[in-house]
């Protein structure tokens, strides 16, 4: 289409023109859209048909969040238009960073998984493997955050644009998904069949999203679907009214919950809605014989919240199929694998039994039945009780869903080295014991074309001007730059593209925040969801402790640092809402004391989201993973980080430890308790947070300050806090580890204090970095586990 800045211009100019009035950026936008637009579709059918000509084996990603991001800079980065489209636009005096801040991020997800997701659907493009995405075009994505009075306030966000939309819809490819009705044994030619009567039919309309590889060569399929009043008799059961508002229900928003398992009827029909949509239409899809399924098509679910697809592609199997069971079950139990993600406790999905039986009745037998032959094949061994507890599917009323999911699927992986021990040894014990070959690690990666590539052009850049472009594609050759680590005209190069990125933050804080911050201090970035484990609060609290040091102590100046925060709560989650009222609380008594404010600033960044985290990032110093060991179970933004040159205080949680073994510890502020340790204290109960106050004098005096009320307006805000510190027992160990913490920090400052020591240490970061690419990741689920073939690139 174009292979020039000159041609770019030509077409660009003659296109703007053809438009005619109104406002230019938007005219731009809508203009650069249409032309990316254009160069996707053809290579779009071209991969399709190429997948159908080969009968390459598919992969399909399920997963209930797709938190992709803005698309329109992505796909020009990937097609490689990027570079010739900024700058015919300098030329023609717009801005593409201006034009790109007119799309309105698609947020629909929560934070790690669904970002995980879209990096995984980037990664399957760029390798060329034929994987796609399944997941749901939810109206309303996660919701945008604005602080009134220091709290959290949620607002609905609107993503799909009218005007340019980033999907196309399929009318031709519907599907009908049934809920409710009622399950009956019927005569049919070959003897009995089981129907359910009556069902209340909902259409499932799919939206295509191509999703482009690195270079354009391969466009792959991201499909959400949307619920739609269906056109099939309407069984009368209910006022039509009523049905029409619970299907719209279905899709309308993103569950904004990223912790707590919801258990509501309408995330279950969420749920069912993507599994039965999906696995319709790649059976309706495939061309192949249907004994042949687990041989062309893979499905990995996304943690359990698509874990209903066990039992639906049973179903399928055997009622429209006509499988017996075993046939079903073989099949099954060979194309779906499953990830785990989290090991707390409140995140386990479980369903109560009855309400699956009401909305799912024929999904509820299937599920029965899987249990009771599981139980039946157990029966052999002499299993304790608190062995058939771990391994029973249903029990007390209640489904759970990661054991029929363990069940179902041919593998199970975790998402860290860390995290897949701690499964097999502790959380998933007896059933690691039952299928010792299931199990296996993949430690999650990150899109380094969109968190390298397109969020830090300019160190792209550099990177490239120095070791050359091959990186780009083979990431792990980022290990070349370990080679300049020591050279100082790069390292000044490096701190010169730090510096400017620092800037773009700061202008853009400024825009839209008003706030103004100072770029010589150190930027101290802890950016995720608030949640307990998180630990934002230790954070905040020896933010606390250095004010105290300031005040009190006359020879105590250090150098000034900005801690930045971003990050939402989920709305129903008090405990994470209270800390970030504290953080504001505390960011407005220290920004507003004179003394303090030379050595310290606080900045919430408000609306944490993709755009957002692809300005702060780049723009990090120091990263802030500092959960309690044992209890996240990668973390990704670390890597993120990590890629883009700060350096990382961290505990060895996640994949912490896999970034601390990459690029060793030296590189890294390393502190606090063991995974070992935690889980030894919580079995023992042995921790009690009132021996640290008793031997430690700076945190006996914040607490006592806490307890009075010197960090709260008025309002006694932090009370929950304070009561869940010592009277909860602090459950997140907070105490226990501040003051190492603390101690970590120190080290920080010690080592900020000789600056090219410092940009040696980020860029051996940086060189390190190429292994958490998801690139790396996906590579080893497709020889491992999906078994997909490269086509070759079409360009
Ligand atoms: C969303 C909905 C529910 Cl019901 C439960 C959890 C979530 C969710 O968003 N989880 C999530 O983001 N988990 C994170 O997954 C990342 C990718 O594997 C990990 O890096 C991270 O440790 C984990 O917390």
């Known amino acids: 289409m174009f292979s020039s800045k000159e041609e770019f211009k030509k077409i660009f100019v003659t296109r703007m023109e053809h438009k005619g009035m109104g406002k230019t950026a938007e005219l731009a936008y809508e203009t650069l859209w249409e032309m990316t637009q254009e160069w996707i579709q053809d290579r779009w059918y071209r991969t399709s048909q190429l997948y ?55 947020g629909l997800g929560n934070g790690g998984l669904g970002r995980l997701a879209a990096c995984f659907v980037d990664s399957l493009a760029s390798l060329g493997l034929p994987g796609n995405g399944y997941g749901l075009r939810y109206k309303g994505g996660l919701f945008t955050q604005h602080f009134v009075n220091g709290y959290q306030t949620e607002q609905p966000t609107q993503w799909i644009q009218e005007k340019h939309n980033v999907d196309v819809r399929r009318e031709d490819l519907v599907v009908e998904v049934p809920y409710y009705g009622e399950v009956q044994l019927v005569m049919g030619m070959d003897g009995l069949k089981v129907k359910v009567e009556k069902p209340e039919w909902v259409k499932a309309v799919p939206y295509d999203m191509p999703v482009v590889g690195a270079n354009g060569g391969t466009v792959n399929t991201l499909r959400l679907w ?59 899809e495939g061309s192949f014989s249907i004994e042949e399924l687990p041989e062309n098509v893979a499905i990995q679910i996304n943690d359990t919240h698509p874990a209903l697809a066990v039992p639906e592609l049973m179903r399928l199997l055997i009622d429209d199929y006509a499988l017996s069971w075993d046939q079903a079950w073989d099949i099954t139990t060979r194309t779906i694998s499953y990830t785990n993600h989290t090991i707390l406790e409140e995140a386990m999905e479980k369903w109560d039994r009855r309400l699956i039986q009401t909305l799912l009745p024929r999904i509820y037998m299937v599920i029965e039945e899987i249990d009771r032959r599981f139980k039946e094949s157990l029966q052999e061994q002499e299993l304790d009780d608190e062995a058939l ?58 899109a380094h074309r969109r968190w390298l590539l397109k969020a830090n052009h300019e160190l792209s850049g550099l990177i490239t001007d120095t070791i050359g472009p091959q990186w780009i594609k083979e990431p792990e050759r980022l290990s070349e730059l370990h080679y300049f680590s020591q050279n100082h005209s790069f390292l000044q190069d490096f701190q010169a593209i730090k510096s400017l990125k620092k800037e773009q933050l700061i202008h853009h804080l400024q825009r839209n925040q008003n706030v103004i911050v100072d770029q010589d201090s150190i930027f101290d970035i802890h950016i995720k969801r608030f949640h307990g484990y998180k630990r934002q609060l230790m954070n905040i609290l020896h933010i606390q402790m250095l004010y105290d040091r300031i005040k009190r102590d006359p020879t105590y100046r250090p150098y000034p640092r900005t801690f930045f925060f971003g990050g939402k709560a989920a709305p129903s989650y008090h405990f994470a809402k209270q800390v970030i009222k504290m953080i504001n609380t505390v960011a407005a008594k220290v920004n507003n004391d004179p003394l303090a404010r030379k050595h310290l600033h606080v900045v919430f960044v408000e609306n944490y989201n993709v755009t957002q985290a692809e300005y702060m990032i780049p723009a990090a110093d120091v990263s802030e993973q500092i959960s309690t060991a044992s209890k996240e179970a990668s973390g990704t933004g670390n890597m993120k980080l990590m890629m883009n040159g700060a350096l990382t205080i961290g505990t060895f949680d996640g994949a912490n430890v896999e970034i601390f073994e990459q690029v060793g510890e030296e590189n890294a502020f390393v502190f606090g308790m063991l995974a070992e340790q935690v889980m030894q204290h919580e079995k023992e109960k042995s921790y009690n947070p009132k021996s640290i106050i008793d031997s430690d004098p700076e945190i006996a005096q914040l607490m006592e300050e806490l307890i009075k009320g010197e960090w709260t307006e008025g309002k006694t805000n932090v009370d929950f806090i ?18 190492s913490y603390s101690k970590a920090h120190e080290q920080i400052l010690n080592a900020y204090a000789h600056p090219e020591k410092w940009a040696e240490m980020c860029v051996k970061n940086i060189a390190a970095s190429g292994y958490f690419s998801s690139d790396r990741t996906i590579q080893q689920y497709s020889d491992d586990v999906w078994h997909l073939t490269k086509i070759p690139s079409l360009y």
Request: aromatic letters at 8%; hydrophobic letters at 35%.
């Open 389 to 446: 507890h771990k391994l029973s599917i249903i029990e007390n009323g209640v489904i759970k869903m990661a054991v029929l999911a363990v069940v179902g699927s041919y593998k199970v992986n975790g998402v860290a080295k860390l995290h897949t021990e701690i499964l097999k040894k502790r959380e998933m014990k007896e059933l690691s014991e039952q299928f010792p070959n299931k199990f296996h690690n993949k430690t999650n990666g990150i």
């Open 226 to 284: 949307q619920a739609e009043v269906s056109d099939r008799p309407f069984p009368g059961h209910k006022d039509y009214a009523v049905y029409e508002h619970e299907t719209a229900k279905i899709t309308d928003r993103l569950y904004p919950d990223d912790s707590l398992e919801a258990g509501k009827i309408l995330r279950l029909k969420q749920q069912y809605f993507l599994c039965s949509a999906s696995l319709q239409t790649i059976l309706n």
């Open 722 to 739: 304070v009561e869940q510190l010592l009277e909860d027992g602090d459950p997140y160990f907070v105490l226990k580890d501040i003051r």
């Open 52 to 106: 159908k000509d080969n009968n390459e084996k598919q992969l399909y990603y399920f997963s209930i969040e797709f938190l992709i991001g803005r698309v329109l800079g992505q796909n020009l980065i990937n097609l490689n238009f990027y570079d010739i489209v900024k700058e015919g636009l300098d030329e023609l005096g717009l801005q593409l960073s201006e034009i790109e801040e007119l799309e309105t991020e698609p």
